[in-house]
């Protein structure tokens, strides 16, 4: 089967402001001919199946918790799951004093759509952050950026509606799909930011991603080095919510 090429990370400026760019031959762009959608959708719900029977039982797990929601990057695609960054956030913040669970609610190949299905098994038990990280998975499929807006939107107010507190971190689109789309598609998670006043990274993958020595030979997933880097800077992301985790449970 020949594959059409991977998507790699590059920053194109500063600021944040980050883009896609093709660099290679992998199995997550489409195969050419007419199969390729048939074998990317069955590749993922096989993952997604597989991870959800061995996801951890929810009603076993005690409070507080922080839950990362997320896809293959949050799931640690090739990675022992201690070495995905919700387990070295776990250690991190256990190491700080906060008797905290971080819960790794990721799925490889899951799009917003596929995590607002999710989201309310993910906020069951005493939820104090919700650490939602999307949305690639749809840029990869040139899905319509209406639709993850609406997608992430539902899942922020439905945790807002639990009460727990939401971190959102932003994701980028492949460019083949065109510059308005990509900007469009940037622009979403800035702007439900701001509508409802969470706390956002503008990037999941900063200082990670394009580096070929932080990720893995696809080039899109971290190494166990760069999972460090990642959950480095969701540290630094959630620092304003950790206050969360000593109140009185909602």
């Not at 706390?199 to 999941?204: A, G, T």
């Amino acid at each position: 089967m020949q594959i059409l090429g991977i998507i790699g990370f590059v920053t194109l400026a500063s600021r944040h402001v980050l883009t896609l760019t093709v660099v290679g031959c992998a199995t997550l762009m489409l195969a050419c001919g007419g199969a390729g959608d048939d074998v990317v959708e069955r590749t993922q719900t096989l993952s997604a199946r597989d991870e959800m029977a061995a996801a951890p039982v929810r009603s076993d797990l005690s409070g507080p918790l922080v839950v990362a929601l997320g896809d293959s990057l949050t799931a640690g695609l090739g990675l022992d799951i201690g070495e995905a960054y919700p387990a070295l956030l776990e250690r991190r913040l256990r190491a700080d004093g906060y008797e905290v669970t971080v819960v790794n609610a990721g799925v490889s190949g899951d799009t917003t759509a596929a995590g607002l299905s999710r989201a309310e098994w993910a906020l069951e038990g005493d939820v104090r952050i919700l650490i939602i990280a999307l949305g690639g998975n749809d840029g990869l499929r040139g899905l319509p950026v209406t639709q993850m807006k609406r997608n992430l939107n539902a899942i922020i107010a439905l945790a807002r509606d639990r009460g727990a507190s939401v971190l959102l971190a932003g994701m980028e689109a492949p460019p083949n799909f065109g510059a308005t789309y990509t900007d469009q598609f940037r622009a979403v998670f800035s702007e439900l930011a701001d509508d409802h006043e969470v706390v956002f990274m503008p990037f999941l993958l900063e200082g990670v991603a394009a580096d070929p020595t932080l990720n893995q030979a696809d080039g899109v997933h971290p190494t166990a080095e760069g999972a460090a880097i990642v959950a480095q800077h969701v540290y630094g992301a959630v620092q304003p919510l950790l206050p969360t985790l000593t109140s009185t449970p909602h």
